[in-house]
């Protein structure tokens, strides 16, 4: 992968958890996030490294840096759990990441 | 109200070639920024990246897949399809197509279809 991402977080409901994606084409892409629970498809969390899409609960936020980018969970709640994949949104290439499990517990 | 429906053989030999088709409904391939990419995830795995087509008839696609891949459309039908040749067992998984509103402006992929289980096998 051509992005970075830890395998795993855990947070209690109510904290706040991080997940960062690293990357050399972060530099010069937008990121989206993408949340997907077992058995269905994937949802936009984030795009354009900040964006919230109509719908997604404002406890989710998107921050960018360099070659890093980061999903932010405030006050996770249960249903939070998930995977959650991060993507570089090149010219002509939309690389994923190798996702992040995410566990509220 | 977007919707996008892959459909497509789930059993496929070794060598063979695998054809996708995306139905897509609530709006036209043609109207300007949207665009529609093929992603595929082995079970268990993560989400793979692999085509994209644009309003503009654009196509895009993976640099480790592309001499395997052909994304095209037909806006006759509203449909985009896939063709992947040379088919191996780690080719197996679901392959989503999704669609995004403003793809010239980076805005990520808003609207995915329910995905499409291919498993290669002899």
């Known amino acids: 992968h051509e992005l970075a991402q830890p395998p795993s977080v855990s947070v209690s409901p109510g904290q706040t958890v991080t997940v960062t994606c690293s990357g050399d084409?972060?530099?010069?892409?937008?990121a989206c996030w993408y949340q997907q629970k077992p058995g269905q498809s994937p949802v936009m969390v984030i795009y354009q490294d900040t964006k919230r899409p109509s719908g997604i609960p404002d406890r989710f936020s998107g921050s960018a840096s360099g070659n890093t980018a980061t999903l932010t969970i405030t006050g996770a709640q249960p249903i939070d759990d998930a995977d959650y994949y991060c993507?570089?949104?090149?010219?002509?290439?939309?690389?994923f990441g190798p996702g992040t499990k995410v566990t509220v517990l | 109200q977007v919707t996008l429906r892959e459909s497509g053989p789930a059993l496929m030999k070794p060598t063979q070639t695998l054809t996708v088709t995306c139905d897509v409904s609530?709006?036209?391939?043609?109207?300007?920024?949207?665009?529609v990419s093929w992603i595929r995830q082995p079970p268990g795995k993560a989400l793979e990246w692999l085509a994209r087509?644009?309003?503009?008839?654009?196509?895009y696609y993976s640099a480790s897949l592309k001499t395997r891949l052909k994304i095209s459309r037909d806006t006759s039908r509203n449909q985009v399809v896939l063709t992947m040749t040379n088919l191996d067992h780690v080719d197996t998984g679901t392959f989503y197509c999704?669609?995004?509103?403003?793809?010239?402006?980076?805005?990520?992929?808003?609207?995915w279809g329910q995905g499409a289980l291919v498993t290669v096998s002899s």
């Open positions: 087509i644009d309003w503009d008839n654009e196509e």
């Open positions: 084409s972060l530099r010069e892409s937008y």
């Open positions: 993507q570089a949104w090149d010219i002509r290439s939309h690389v």
């Open positions: 609530g709006f036209s391939l043609t109207t300007s920024g949207f665009c």
């Open positions: 999704a669609a995004g509103r403003a793809c010239i402006a980076s805005a990520g992929l808003d609207y």
